[in-house]
């Protein structure tokens, strides 16, 4: 197992943002977190990857607590806001970050490659649209091939050709042995995924694959299924995850 958290709770001032989460990450699986903006979706990511303060529960990944130095090798983390140097090349932002974790040339050429981002190399970073400042974020990410990658909404920003492209990689990735922990506010973007978690003010709702969730709620799509979880749910108050049947 890759990821594996249990009862996790994180404070953020005087409001617990993440509320007994649970949940498990295999090698080989693209695993998309879906929900409403504000729901928690970064919080919970950010614990995974380890950066994340006042955290309580366990959340390990590759059998190390979130965030071990052993694991900086290992982890790939894209935000949401772009971590570039905007003085800098396309280029010299991705062999700059090879450099830190220990990486040579030619994993740089692959990830502008693997991004789309080849004729932007030599520009600055500076002079780019938020979607290709995303993507020389996500060719950092992919630095080194690791084996856990925490993708925070990847694809926004990003015309349908290119969105379509990413989720091939991503799919390729996994099928080389990496789990990947995607989120979206997309719900269309679930077909995409091998397993879905669907999260709502701070909880988990639902850990099903999409047939599943349709099966369970008799829902047309996703967003469908999501809603109906959520009607027959009662969030506020408790701190069961697990979702209960929709009200017929």
């Given at each position: 197992?890759?990821?594996?958290?249990?009862?996790?709770?994180v404070?953020?001032?005087?409001?617990?943002?993440v509320r007994g989460?649970?949940?498990?990450?295999?090698?080989?699986?693209?695993?998309?977190?879906?929900?409403?903006?504000?729901?928690?979706?970064?919080?919970?990511?950010?614990?995974?990857?380890?950066?994340q303060a006042?955290?309580?529960?366990?959340?390990?990944?590759?059998?190390?607590?979130?965030?071990?130095e052993?694991?900086?090798?290992?982890?790939?983390y894209l935000?949401?806001a772009p971590?570039?140097?905007?003085?800098?090349?396309?280029?010299?932002?991705i062999?700059?970050?090879?450099?830190v974790?220990?990486v040579?040339?030619d994993?740089v050429?692959?990830?502008?490659?693997a991004?789309?981002l080849r004729?932007?190399?030599?520009?600055?970073?500076g002079?780019?649209?938020g979607?290709?400042?995303?993507?020389?974020?996500?060719?950092?990410?992919?630095l080194?091939?690791?084996?856990?990658?925490?993708l925070?909404?990847?694809?926004?920003g990003l015309?349908?050709?290119l969105?379509r492209?990413?989720?091939?990689?991503f799919?390729r990735l996994?099928?080389?042995?990496a789990?990947?922990?995607?989120?979206?506010?997309?719900?269309d973007?679930?077909?995409?995924?091998d397993r879905?978690?669907?999260?709502r003010?701070?909880?988990l709702?639902?850990?099903?694959?999409?047939?599943?969730?349709?099966?369970?709620t008799?829902?047309?799509?996703?967003?469908?299924?999501f809603?109906?979880?959520?009607?027959?749910?009662?969030?506020?108050?408790?701190?069961?995850?697990s979702?209960?049947?929709?009200?017929?």
């Amino acid at each position: 197992m890759v990821v594996r958290v249990a009862d996790l709770h994180v404070v953020r001032g005087r409001h617990e943002v993440v509320r007994g989460v649970g949940f498990e990450l295999a090698a080989g699986e693209v695993t998309g977190l879906l929900g409403p903006s504000g729901c928690g979706k970064t919080t919970l990511m950010r614990a995974v990857v380890g950066v994340q303060a006042n955290v309580r529960g366990t959340c390990e990944v590759l059998g190390m607590p979130a965030g071990a130095e052993p694991l900086r090798h290992s982890v790939g983390y894209l935000t949401q806001a772009p971590a570039v140097y905007g003085d800098l090349t396309v280029r010299e932002n991705i062999a700059y970050f090879a450099t830190v974790i220990g990486v040579g040339r030619d994993d740089v050429e692959r990830v502008l490659d693997a991004v789309d981002l080849r004729a932007l190399a030599d520009h600055r970073t500076g002079r780019l649209s938020g979607g290709q400042l995303g993507r020389v974020s996500l060719a950092t990410a992919l630095l080194g091939r690791p084996r856990l990658l925490v993708l925070d909404e990847p694809t926004v920003g990003l015309d349908p050709v290119l969105r379509r492209d990413l989720w091939d990689m991503f799919r390729r990735l996994a099928d080389d042995g990496a789990a990947l922990l995607v989120s979206s506010h997309v719900m269309d973007e679930a077909s995409r995924c091998d397993r879905l978690l669907l999260m709502r003010d701070g909880t988990l709702v639902a850990d099903d694959t999409e047939a599943g969730l349709i099966a369970r709620t008799g829902a047309g799509d996703v967003e469908g299924a999501f809603l109906a979880i959520v009607e027959g749910t009662e969030v506020e108050g408790t701190e069961d995850d697990s979702p209960t049947e929709p009200a017929s």
